[in-house]
């Protein structure tokens, strides 16, 4: 961009918010780079193209990284470099719902290396930077000359006391029924991910709308910030056109396309139709090496593949849309067979297969304690999550090999959405750390869905007293022109040649996830609607095939599953509780086989005890409720004499300790004590008080005499 005046353009939030977007200060030499500020959280953005591509570049290799600086929080980085090191999965999410709303903007055989970096470089604890982080990339791009469809903006939505909140800050997202990300150009809504508290479909719909209705101000702004940079942002680069061939086209169209729609109406498995296309291929260009030779194909047999491909996707999708059938013989609104099977993997506290179709996934379910939530160390977030849910993608599960270098961000992604969809049924009060492992075991479309399904399935067996079972679809669409066909339960080859992927998880009552990208323009309201209303019935559908496997939770966890009990205790025997150097609760996990957790919660000390054996809690627990008893005044206790004094004797009970003076041993006047008690005698007392300061208690054994 080289040296030149900062130009500034503004914009109001309906909050009454100014957001500011600033370009030319920072970066120059990156090909587009703009600051988005609103109060004191600043996010900085480049993004840089290349000239030229990559020889034999057949992708368009695009990537986004939004990475939090520490400082701008004010905080240093508490791994062991103390340096921002790997993006987080916070920092991967961010980058994820970025790249999904940029990407399709971008032309069509535009194969340049482009990088989009987003940076957090100054952040407060009001305002949450990922709802200005796709406003950030959209502006670098268009301040620049990298070639793209139109400017865009996300937002966030949040419904809060009944009312819908565009960018709410951050204490408000707690009180949260609904929470979304927005992604719109002017004219189409792009993008769609959020969670909710088992919210309607109409709910949703709105709240689409609401976050639509302020980007289209964002991207106003955009454009003039566009117009007052001038000629370097409104004169994009050429783009270089793909060669085309007319005659090679429809040869390949008048020899391919009856063996294409052969394959794709009878192959109804995903291995015959791969071999099947595979094989209709090959013959086609046998066909015409043998019609136009070998100079012919040499000069012209690149574009085949092009082509067959090119066909292969209108022939399927015209089949869709005229017959009402798709790839693997279903109706548009059926899902695949469905089985599942629970308390698969008997070690487990938990587990399930759930299979659809030619998508399976083994869920696996661990109960552990306090000292096993996850850390989540961000530049603007300290906290420990106690539900953790991963999911593994092994290359197997499609018939490929691939190095195996732990998950990547399709892996993050996916884990994400089945963490949202199955975290908003978990019991409100639970004293578990849970950890979900989702492994895909074989993978023909929706692998994440049946995450969900699995999960909610190994959560039932492990005992959780779940709000309400969850489960997942995913649907796709085709239309052209007036046509539209929505396709439950898409496939992975619909998913490939489909206007749009939507991914909806809930309960019977309502809606818990949903994750939408859409590849077309101009979705009308109405046809997502009906989208909403066909995958409801599909989700309803798939919780009575899942009740088929596990049809309530179980009564109680498995034998060998940790129990857990919680105490509450006043905050003063905290210390007590833990003893010099932590002696005293080493000495009671050592001696009881547990595991004893305390910290101080809202003035309150909360105790957590775990074993798989009950018998060792009731030990811990009587030994804590020992420590912690409070006697109170008018309570009758079993005493030991523990020491004779002339004044009387010292007596101890339940845990504690307390003075029987010798006037209140019995209605007579007794001269020595000593001939009435001895250590170790037994003694019935009645606590009469507290001293207020000291906190000694005075006892009586005569006010449980009746006096003569």
């Not at 006391?161 to 150009?185: C, D, F, M, Q, W």
């Amino acid at each position: 961009m080289g040296n030149q005046i900062p130009t500034t353009t503004s914009f109001t939030l309906p909050d009454g918010k100014e957001v500011t977007i600033e370009t030319g200060k920072l970066a120059t030499q990156a090909h587009g780079s703009v600051v988005v500020k609103v109060e004191n959280t600043m996010l900085f953005c480049s993004v840089v193209s290349a000239f030229e591509e990559r020889a034999g570049q057949s992708f368009f290799p695009l990537s986004v990284d939004y990475q939090e600086k520490f400082a701008a929080a004010g905080k240093i980085p508490g791994n062991f470099f103390r340096r921002e090191a790997r993006l987080s999965d916070y920092e991967i999410l961010t980058s994820r719902l970025v790249d999904r709303a940029i990407r399709p903007l971008f032309p069509k055989g535009y194969m340049m290396d482009t990088q989009v970096i987003i940076n957090l470089i100054s952040g407060d604890d009001r305002n949450m930077p990922d709802s200005y982080a796709a406003l950030a990339a959209s502006a670098a791009i268009a301040v620049s000359n990298i070639p793209f469809a139109e400017p865009l903006s996300e937002v966030r939505v949040a419904k809060i006391n009944g009312e819908y909140k565009v960018n709410p800050e951050r204490a408000e997202i707690k009180e949260a029924s609904l929470e979304i990300i927005v992604a719109a150009t002017m004219d189409n809504v792009m993008m769609v991910e959020g969670e909710a508290d088992e919210c309607l479909e109409s709910e949703l719909i709105e709240a689409i709308k609401v976050g639509h209705d302020a980007i289209k101000v964002q991207i106003q702004a955009q454009l003039d910030l566009a117009k007052m940079v001038g000629d370097k942002a409104l004169i994009k680069r050429e783009i270089k056109v793909a060669e085309e061939n007319a005659e090679v086209e429809a040869l390949v169209a008048a020899k391919g396309k009856d063996a294409i729609y052969a394959v794709a109406k009878g192959a109804h498995n995903k291995e015959d139709r791969k071999n099947g296309l595979k094989a209709a291929k090959t013959a086609l260009k046998e066909d015409i090496l043998a019609e136009k030779g070998e100079e012919w194909m040499e000069e012209f047999g690149g574009f085949i593949g092009t082509y067959f491909e090119k066909l292969k996707k209108n022939v399927i999708r015209t089949m869709v849309l005229d017959e009402g059938v798709r790839l693997d013989g279903r109706k548009t609104d059926e899902v695949r067979p469905i089985w599942g099977e629970v308390d698969y993997l008997p070690a487990a506290h938990g587990s399930a297969i759930f299979n659809r179709g030619e998508t399976q996934a083994l869920c696996s379910l661990t109960l552990g304690s306090k000292t096993d939530t996850l850390m989540i160390d961000t530049a603007l977030d300290h906290y420990f999550d106690n539900f953790i849910l991963h999911y593994n993608f092994p290359a197997f599960s499609v018939g490929e090999t691939k190095p195996m270098r732990g998950p990547g961000r399709r892996e993050v992604g996916h884990a994400a959405l089945a963490n949202r969809s199955i975290r908003r049924v978990l019991p409100d009060e639970n004293p578990y750390t849970i950890r979900i492992v989702s492994d895909i075991l074989e993978s023909n479309g929706s692998s994440s869905m049946a995450t969900v399904c699995g999960g909610t399935m190994a959560l039932m067996d492990a005992g959780i007293e779940i709000k309400a079972p969850v489960s997942g679809i995913a649907m796709g669409m085709i239309a052209e022109g007036e046509k539209i066909a929505i396709l439950t339960d898409i496939l992975g080859d619909e998913d490939a040649l489909g206007d749009m992927d939507f991914k909806l998880t809930g309960t019977a009552k309502g809606i818990t996830a949903c994750q939408m990208d859409i590849k077309i323009d101009g979705l009308p309201y109405e046809t997502l609607e009906a989208a909403l209303a066909q995958a409801k019935v599909a989700r309803v559908h798939i919780l009575g095939e899942m009740a088929k496997a596990i049809p309530a939770v179980r009564e109680d966890l498995k034998p060998h599953a940790p129990r857990m009990i919680t105490l509450v205790i006043d905050k003063t025997f905290i210390g007590a509780v833990i003893g010099p150097g932590g002696k005293i609760i080493q000495e009671l996990q050592a001696s009881t086989g547990t595991v004893i957790n305390i910290e101080e919660v809202d003035d309150k000390g909360v105790v957590s005890i775990s074993s798989s054996d009950k018998a060792a809690i009731d030990a811990a627990k009587a030994a804590i409720d020992k420590i912690t008893f409070m006697p109170s005044v008018g309570d009758v206790y079993d005493a030991v004499v523990d020491s004779v004094m002339p004044y009387g004797v010292f007596v101890k009970f339940s845990g504690k300790s307390g003075l029987l003076h010798v006037s209140e041993v019995s209605h007579e006047r007794i001269n020595d004590v000593s001939t009435v008690f001895s250590e170790g005698d037994s003694v019935k007392v009645k606590l009469i008080g507290i001293d207020e300061k000291t906190g000694k208690m005075r006892l009586s054994a005569k006010a449980l005499i009746p006096k003569p």
